[in-house]
């Protein structure tokens, strides 16, 4: 078992820990525009290190009306490890912390592979509306188990 650690990022800012999580992807992508180094970030982040304190992915939750937004990157060398799984238990049990409704999630146009990404959102419960958002009730104060 991977020992990850969630770490609160307040205020959050762009760095070289997020640049290299996205890898090659482009932060405009997600709606990051194209950040400097030290640019404030909007929203909660956290980000997730494993025992060697490398960062091996991020999560965030833009709350709003009582639903959450939320992004998960994992670098591109922890793709297919569980990083993922990881990152969306953490992000349900915040929205369920913060008795949020629903938390949801919409594959950007352009993503190189949405159609893997919106597979693994269904695998996790995640199901499509009208508007193309991937959305997921949330219990409130429910707390998954993120072991």
């Known amino acids: 078992m991977n020992a990850w650690e969630w770490i609160p990022e307040t205020p959050a800012s762009w760095d070289t820990r997020k640049a290299g999580v996205l890898g090659e992807l482009d932060p405009a992508l997600f709606g990051l525009g194209r950040p400097a180094s030290g640019d404030a970030l909007g929203d909660e982040w956290w980000r997730v290190e494993d025992d060697t304190g490398a960062t091996v992915a991020y999560g965030r939750l833009d709350e709003s009306w009582g ?34 409704n629903y938390i949801y999630n919409v594959v950007p146009h352009g993503h190189p592979d949405p159609e893997q990404v919106t597979d693994w959102l269904a695998v996790h419960g995640f199901v499509r509306n009208d508007v193309g958002e991937l959305r997921k009730q949330i219990r409130a104060g429910a707390v998954q188990n993120s072991g």
């Open 67 to 100: 639903d959450a937004e939320i992004l998960v990157l994992v670098h591109p060398d922890m793709r297919r490890t569980g990083a993922g799984s990881y990152v969306l238990s953490r992000l349900e049990d915040e929205a369920g912390k913060r008795r949020l």
